[in-house]
């Protein structure tokens, strides 16, 4: 990330203070519009040779600029980086290297802000110095790209001068002849025929020495060519190798929900100055060979002729590798890909500006094509082919587009607003495979024309993997291979290729990063450790160097159902994330819910409390469901029956923790109202503008709970504590007929709510939840 973008990210008062740094001497606009200008120049140090072209190339940098903006409501922009182009030359074109120095003033005070606001770290030296690095390897082989041209001037002056003073010489043993030819010698005739032939030596020995200096120049020139090319290549593989590869895995992971570093606009960066570089190279290369070919014969060097060829064929080979390499999938389509559902996707060429591909607007169309196609297509080409056509799996509506480019930011791109999965041929299932493990790929294709079509690349990516359902009940399953593959795919795989089995330290941090990032709060390592005994369906040691060295597989994570249950530890995971991300995400972040804990421990816990102790625990039988485990008052501890997504929808936790009067203190002794009251709903105006009575509903306990506990009893045999089920109450017949039509309109409102209907929830155990323990009042 540049120093700029990163400044952009300061709260408003450290923002003032980088827009003091500038005042009034350098216009904000120009920071701003030449960011990435001028941090290249500036973080590497420059001779005070160099430093007195500064002024002119920021004058004409500015220029460059302000011709882009052409959208009307670039219009002022535009005349104040014009105004403050005018100011820098009439200001600092006699002193350049004083407009140098305060720029580089400038931004060691923005560094000083952004480490002051955010941190020592901040400022990311290393990444900065990887920045720097880079563009000075860049510059240096500008440097020397540019020595080159000139060696191709000089060395043209040279065959030039040579042409000339060859033919002077032939002009003048043709005169010597015709003076033997034209008649009998006399004294004016041998004195004409020795001077010339004294000129014809002397030019003759110059011609020598100007060969000799030409073969040399040629030579010396391939030679810094060559060099260039060999830089040229270490320089885009550190950009194309590392730093783009290293973004296309960040992309990945952050489908996982893991932040992003990388910066694509700085790639960007890097792959114009790439493409620049190359194509002028290329051109030298052929300026030569065309120079050599037509210079006459005594001056060709026959080996230099097949140099040039290879030259040429290297340089050009890494102008296609640049192109077909930048064409990425800036925002992928959704991994969880359900059919007749609209989705997105944006592509882009990251060169496409700076080789003005843009001229002829590039089509770009996608199809949906299968592992083993994919597969097949990497062969192919990794074999310098293409093959047939790829054979699609399903049909896209709104495949097609046409690339546009955006001056202001220089990018060339198109985005699929409006796609859609109609329909999909599934590949043959082996064993326990299901349609939720089949992996599926968006297949991105253009071509591409460069130099006005004297070069024409034919360029295809390939999206992240994508698992295609049909219903929302497939949902879970479908993120479970998302989330494997993204996790744990090795670099340079094959596709989809993915390991069977992987350490718990690695699934454990994978888990971490989903649940923080859906619900905005951590888990510590005893709700990791909670999810490693649910996992392996065991207790664990406690040495965590064990556990974490022991290995998970893909039937324990998502296959194999979890002891006395007929869901998945995936599937219960998924569901406790989706109920707290919904409904839970301030109290989980509050610390209020203790969530990942074992019942037995939760009674063990709470046995030693007072009555009217109370916690909040995820269910282990209840998908997505939540409990509150509570101390009544013969010390027995009871678990209400558990809050699924439907109970919270209609009521919020904290309001149902308010309406039972028998939960007192949060465990292990913090009054509920010091934590909970932020949360309760507030009271409304019960009378409605069309005079009606608005109903609340409230959460209650059977009679038989109040006002002694001895009658509650335990409807499952299989529990070690009483598990309180809850049904509508009201205080008379007639509210409970209202009641009844009450339930059914709730039952509308949850169905026209979730537009898959309960499928989302049957298919785990096919049970509704019971009614919540609500009362109408």
């Not at 790829?390 to 001056?407: A, F, K, R, T």
Request: charged share 20%; net charge negative; aromatic share 8%.
């Amino acid at each position: 990330m540049s120093l700029w973008a990163r400044a952009q990210q300061l709260p408003p008062e450290s923002l003032q203070k980088v827009r003091a740094i500038y005042g009034d001497h350098f216009p904000i606009e120009v920071r701003h519009c030449l960011a990435t200008w001028i941090e290249s120049r500036i973080w590497t140090p420059e001779p005070e040779e160099q430093q007195r072209f500064f002024v002119e190339e920021l004058v004409q940098e500015i220029h460059t600029n302000a011709e882009l903006m052409l959208s009307p409501e670039m219009f002022v922009t535009k005349m104040k980086l014009l105004e403050a182009a005018k100011i820098f030359r009439m200001q600092y074109g006699h002193a350049p290297h004083e407009l140098y120095t305060y720029m580089r003033r400038c931004l060691a005070m923005e560094v000083e802000v952004i480490q002051a606001a955010m941190g020592p770290y901040a400022a990311q030296p290393q990444t900065e110095r990887k920045y720097s690095e880079l563009i000075t390897g860049l510059q240096n082989v500008r440097q020397k790209v540019n020595m080159a041209s000139e060696e191709i001037r000089s060395l043209q002056a040279n065959i030039e001068s040579f042409s000339l003073q060859y033919h002077e010489c032939l002009k003048n043993k043709g005169h010597i002849n015709y003076l033997q030819q034209s008649g009998p010698m006399t004294n004016e005739r041998r004195e004409l025929e020795a001077c010339l032939r004294v000129q014809i030596e002397e030019m003759e020995r110059k011609l020598n020495a100007l060969v000799a200096q030409i073969n040399q120049s040629q030579m010396e020139l391939v030679d810094h060519m060559k060099e260039n090319i060999a830089n040229l290549r270490q320089l885009q593989s550190q950009v194309l190798d590392e730093e783009l590869i290293k973004w296309k895995r960040e992309q990945q992971l952050s489908g996982n929900g893991v932040p992003m570093q990388s910066n694509l606009n700085t790639i960007q960066e890097w792959c114009e100055l790439l493409a620049d570089l190359i194509w002028s190279t290329r051109q030298q290369v052929n300026n030569v060979a065309r120079i050599n070919s037509k210079t006459i014969v005594e001056l060709r060097q026959p080996h230099l002729v097949e140099m040039l060829d290879e030259m040429s064929k290297q340089v050009t080979s890494l102008l296609s590798t640049l192109v077909t390499s930048t064409f990425v999938i800036e925002k992928q389509p959704p991994q969880v890909m359900k059919t007749n559902t609209r989705f997105t996707a944006t592509v882009r060429l990251l060169v496409g500006g700076q080789l003005n591909v843009h001229m002829t607007p590039p089509r770009v169309t996608v199809v949906i094509i299968s592992e083993q196609q994919a597969q097949l297509l990497l062969k192919s080409d990794s074999q310098s082919g293409r093959g047939k056509q790829p054979v699609e799996c399903g049909d896209i509506l709104n495949n097609s587009g046409c690339m546009e480019y955006q001056p202001t930011s220089r990018q060339l791109s198109v985005s699929f607003r409006n796609m859609q999965l109609r329909k999909i041929k599934r590949a043959e299932k082996k064993g326990t495979e299901s349609v939720m493990d089949e992996k599926l790929t968006l297949l991105f294709q253009s071509e591409f024309n460069v130099g006005g079509g004297e070069l024409v690349f034919q360029v295809w990516t390939l999206s992240l993997p994508v698992v295609v359902i049909v219903h929302g009940n497939q949902e879970p399953h479908g993120w479970a291979t998302v989330t494997w593959d993204n996790a744990f795919s090795p670099p340079g795989r094959v596709p989809f290729a993915v390991p069977d089995k992987v350490t718990w330290c690695q699934l454990a941090e994978t888990l971490r990063i989903k649940f923080c990032s859906a619900t905005g709060g951590d888990l510590s390592e005893d709700n990791l450790r909670f999810l490693a005994e649910k996992i392996f369906r065991t207790s664990l040691p406690m040495n965590t160097m064990e556990l974490n060295a022991m290995t998970v597989s893909w039937t324990q994570f998502c296959k194999d159902a979890l002891p006395e249950r007929n869901f998945t530890f995936w599937e219960w995971f998924y569901m406790v994330v989706k109920v707290t991300r919904d409904y839970l995400r301030t109290l989980w972040c509050d610390r209020l819910i203790m969530g990942f804990i074992q019942k037995k421990q939760a009674e063990e816990m709470l046995a030693k409390c007072p009555p009217g102790t109370f916690l909040l625990r995820f269910s282990d039988s209840e998908l997505g469901g939540i409990t509150i485990a509570w101390v009544g008052d013969g010390n027995e501890v009871f678990s209400l029956q558990p809050f699924t997504s439907r109970d919270l929808m209609l009521r919020s936790l904290a309001d149902r923790i308010l309406d039972l009067s028998q939960l007192q203190f949060l465990y292990p002794n913090v009054a509920k109202n010091d934590v909970f009251s932020k949360y309760y709903t507030k009271p409304e105006n019960d009378v409605l503008k069309n005079g009606y009575v608005k109903p609340v509903l409230v959460t209650t306990l059977p009679p038989y709970m109040s006002p002694s506990p001895a009658y509650a009893h335990s409807p499952d045999s299989h529990r070690n504590t009483p598990s309180v089920h809850n049904s509508y109450f009201s205080a008379s017949t007639p509210a409970q007929t209202e009641n009844s039509f009450m339930d059914s309109e709730l039952f509308e409102q949850i169905r026209a709510f979730e537009p898959d209907g309960f499928d989302d929830f049957d298919f785990y155990g096919g049970n509704v939840p019971k009614k919540p323990a609500l009362n109408t009042k």
